[in-house]
């Protein structure tokens, strides 16, 4: 077949500026959502989070492997020219995983009383139901999207990202505004809340059908460098060898979030913290708004960790260890780039970032917490690039032995910490937090081991950390010296103006350090679309 294809930058590019559109898509309809069904008194915002929190651990049991394993396997079959052995790949693939998909679609509706007893949230029922069919959804979806990706080509990835949500906000905001407005229940606002996401999800995954149709019309005859085929049996058991294992260290964690849920809300009723349930579900609610934040840089990363994925594995099969190794450099410089300032500014502007979209009161709440996750956002990032390293390496034991020890690390941390009086809620961040840098220090450990070298530290880490350094204090005193100069009061339109103007002026003494350190290389830059007018514009040598 003919392809587009694109370097892993550029593909990383596509996905991430897809993910940028879906965040944005998504601030839309998270905000507008929480003020309009959450709040400092109601639980349904609660409920909905809850009932998504538990989709997700089914969709990662059920799905979440299958894009990357499939991806290797294609992109490795593609490099060795054995086309045919690309199309019994993606046939395999459907046939194992979307009736999985279909089967825990299944089990989620009829246990959904179940699923929501185990979080002490018996309303949240109705919505776990109204979201099960999301999960048969996605499995077709992950099929198209391993494939897609394994051929380099990030775009219907991409546009089907968008399109779920894009169906989440309209569909989703607007029958929870319909609910609202007939006086529903709160275990009805939610259900209904949720039934956007499984329709947008539907609507994905008929776009990625329609395309693989148009695709297939419009494919063209290509040279084939081997008509090598290996037998259905042993592409099976090399996909769920793969797979599993992906899927496996995933789901760590998903049960470990959904363990935090269980967690949050026991703990916070316990006698040493005393809140009622209806005061924990509202806590977790305002906690969940600020995770949505904190999900955004990691967003970008993954979104690069999916690109690199294939190129490594494809390197690999090609036997290109120099590109192997100018990948993983390339890939973990560019982590460092982009989360160093985002968890700064995390700390320094956490509760002005969140007076500008919630209230006074929910701000004042939640800015602790997302200060907190400020010093996580780097980890994840590193741990979402490393998982898919140590995949393309084949070594997916690797990033399952530490997703574990993180898992048991945040178990135990929100269990001693959330049930402290002195921490409370602030043990969910911290645990967080000391659980994803134990995962991204092991993997790293790994992956020199493995390598037999890692990039250089001054360069990958060293010159983005220091112009992050000089960034947070010129944001801290701008936004400081504004804030007495004008004499603002917290919420206002004043304040909230302070709080971007605080914001441009990071962004711009960031990217003028990152030039002056020497931080951003030529050679990055040639890999983005027009990349060469890029670099002579910022005058990179």
């Not at 592409?235 to 363990?259: E, F």
């Not at 590109?323 to 982009?338: D, Q």
Request: aromatic fraction near 6%.
């Amino acid at each position: 077949m003919q392809r587009k294809k694109q370097n892993f930058i550029q593909g990383a590019v596509i996905l991430m500026v897809a993910s940028l559109i879906v965040k944005v898509i998504g601030a839309f309809f998270q905000i507008p959502l929480q003020n309009m069904i959450g709040g400092e008194e109601s639980p349904a915002f609660g409920l909905f989070s809850a009932a998504y929190r538990i989709y997700t651990a089914m969709l990662i049991i059920s799905t979440v492997g299958l894009p990357a394993a499939l991806s290797k396997m294609v992109a490795e079959a593609t490099a060795c020219g054995r086309e045919r052995e690309v199309r019994r790949i993606v046939r395999v693939a459907a046939g194992i995983f979307v009736p999985v998909g279909v089967l825990a679609t299944v089990v989620l509706f009829f246990g959904a009383g179940t699923f929501a007893s185990w979080i002490k949230n018996p309303d949240a029922q109705l919505a776990v139901m109204a979201i099960a069919p999301s999960v048969a959804m996605v499995a077709i979806l992950s099929v198209f999207r391993g494939y897609y990706q394994g051929r380099a080509n990030m775009v219907p990835t991409a546009v089907s990202q968008v399109i779920e949500a894009m169906g989440k906000l309209f569909a989703g905001l607007g029958l929870a505004y319909y609910a609202k407005q007939h006086g529903m229940e709160d275990a009805v606002v939610a259900a209904l809340t949720v039934l956007g996401v499984t329709l947008g999800e539907v609507v994905a995954a008929g776009y990625m059908l329609v395309q693989a149709g148009i695709s297939r019309r419009r494919s063209e005859p290509v040279h084939l460098l081997s008509d090598a085929i290996r037998p259905t049996r042993e592409l099976a058991k090399t996909l769920l060898s793969l797979s599993i294992p992906i899927t496996i260290s995933s789901a760590v964690m998903s049960l470990t979030d959904l363990i935090d849920v269980a967690l949050i809300a026991a703990r916070l009723q316990s006698p040493a913290v005393g809140m009622t349930a209806e005061a924990a579900t509202t806590a977790y609610g305002i906690y969940t708004g600020t995770v949505n934040f904190f999900n955004l840089p990691q967003t970008l990363i993954t979104a690069l960790a999916v690109s690199v994925l294939p190129t490594i594995a494809s390197a690999r099969a090609s036997q290109n260890f120099t590109k192997v190794s100018k990948t993983i450099g390339t890939t973990l410089r560019l982590t460092m780039i982009i989360t160093l300032p985002a968890g700064a500014g995390f700390v320094l502007l956490s509760g002005p970032i969140l007076r500008m979209f919630y209230s006074v009161g929910v701000s004042e709440q939640g800015g602790p917490l997302m200060a907190m996750l400020g010093i996580a956002v780097p980890a994840v990032a590193l741990v979402a690039v490393t998982n898919a390293t140590l995949q393309a390496f084949g070594r997916i034991d690797l990033p399952l032995t530490s997703m574990f020890l993180g898992a048991v690390v945040k178990m135990l941390g929100d269990y001693y910490l959330i049930g402290n009086p002195e921490f409370g809620i602030l043990g969910a961040p911290i645990s967080t937090a000391v659980c994803y840098w134990v995962i991204a220090l092991l993997n790293l450990f790994h992956i020199a081991r493995l390598s037999h070298a890692l990039p250089p530290l001054g360069k990958t880490a060293g010159r983005p950390l220091a112009a992050t350094i000089g960034m947070g204090a010129a944001t801290y005193i701008c936004h400081t010296v504004l804030l007495r100069v004008l004499g603002t009061a917290p919420g206002t339109v004043l304040d909230k103006l302070v709080t971007l103007i605080a914001i441009a002026v990071a962004a711009v003494v960031y990217v003028a350090l990152l030039l002056m350190l020497r931080a951003i290389e030529r050679e990055d830059v040639l890999l983005l679309p027009k990349g060469e007018k890029i670099a002579n514009l910022l005058h990179l040598k």
